[in-house]
């Protein structure tokens, strides 16, 4: 008998190509055209809805390319689809990996050209910066990503939403799950941080190019199931 919440998933991943997008309000969720979502006030987003069982493990897309075809390699056995925020000058050196991230059944979004710290921008820079990696998206894998997370910082501001806003991206993809594993702890560390405050809806932030990663990766993905949490994208998570 299938699984009705793949079943429930896999209508909504044909929704999505559609180009249909949905916003939550209390426990209901309402279906709006993609105009709608552009059209809307920016905001950094953490989480998705917490009446789901899913989660989004979104990726930092830069470092080693054999370390990040580990990682991919892991969510594709695994059937995980994950987000890759892709650094543009990442992208422009390695011309297939785009590509391949999508090949894989993944997603992928805009994390700026050169991975600056973006709090310390002016517009005109911040803009060049996001423009910029959202050409590197087009040139290399033929779409610009819905979604924009900026570097070097969890929290947006003023600056960088305008910048983001000017490129056509309506938000800033935050998260509410740090794994720290840029930091190159142990994997029992990175599983820690991750499982010690993931829940419904959360957005799990994690790094391509960090070798302990591929150790920990395959622990994340079993927690989850243990707790009946389904990985998704960003797109299904949000339902835009």
């Known amino acids: 008998m299938q699984d009705s919440g793949r079943d429930e998933r896999a209508i909504t991943r044909r929704a999505?190509?559609?180009?249909?997008?949905?916003?939550?309000?209390g426990a209901s969720?309402?279906?709006?055209?993609?105009?709608?979502?552009?059209?809307?006030?920016?905001?950094?987003?953490?989480?998705?809805?917490?009446?789901?069982?899913?989660v989004a493990l979104t990726f930092h897309g830069?470092?080693?390319?054999?370390?990040?075809?580990?990682?991919?390699?892991?969510?594709?056995?695994?059937?995980?689809?994950?987000?890759?925020?892709?650094?543009?000058?990442?992208?422009?050196?390695?011309?297939?990996i785009g590509q391949e991230i999508i090949d894989a059944g993944n997603e992928i979004g805009n994390h700026t050209l050169n991975h600056k710290t973006m709090t310390t921008?002016?517009?005109k820079e911040a803009k060049y910066e996001i423009s910029?990696?959202?050409?590197?998206?087009?040139?290399?894998?033929?779409?610009?990503?819905?979604?924009?997370?900026?570097?070097?910082?969890?929290k947006s501001n003023g600056i960088i939403r305008a910048a983001a806003g000017a490129s056509g991206y309506a938000?800033?993809?935050?998260?509410?799950?740090?794994?720290?594993?840029?930091?190159?702890?142990?994997?029992?560390?990175?599983?820690?941080n991750v499982t010690?405050?993931?829940?419904?809806?959360?957005?799990?932030?994690?790094?391509l190019g960090h070798s302990h990663t591929v150790t920990a990766l395959p622990l994340i993905l079993q927690a989850l199931a243990d707790r009946k949490l389904a990985p998704v994208t960003i797109s299904e998570l949000l339902r835009a």
Request: hydrophobic residues 40%; proline residues 4%.
């Open 62 to 96: 830069g470092g080693d390319l054999s370390i990040a075809r580990k990682i991919l390699a892991i969510a594709k056995k695994d059937q995980a689809p994950i987000t890759v925020m892709a650094i543009g000058i990442w992208l422009n050196s390695n011309s297939t």
């Open 16 to 25: 999505l190509l559609l180009g249909g997008s949905a916003v939550i309000v």
């Open 121 to 123: 921008l002016s517009l």
């Open 196 to 207: 010690k405050s993931i829940q419904n809806g959360s957005i799990v932030s994690l790094h």
């Open 132 to 154: 910029k990696g959202k050409l590197a998206l087009a040139n290399l894998v033929g779409s610009t990503g819905r979604w924009f997370r900026p570097s070097g910082t969890q």
């Open 171 to 192: 938000h800033c993809i935050s998260y509410d799950v740090d794994s720290r594993d840029y930091q190159d702890p142990p994997a029992k560390t990175i599983l820690s």
């Open 29 to 54: 969720e309402f279906l709006l055209p993609s105009s709608a979502m552009a059209a809307s006030a920016g905001a950094d987003i953490y989480h998705g809805s917490r009446l789901r069982a899913e």
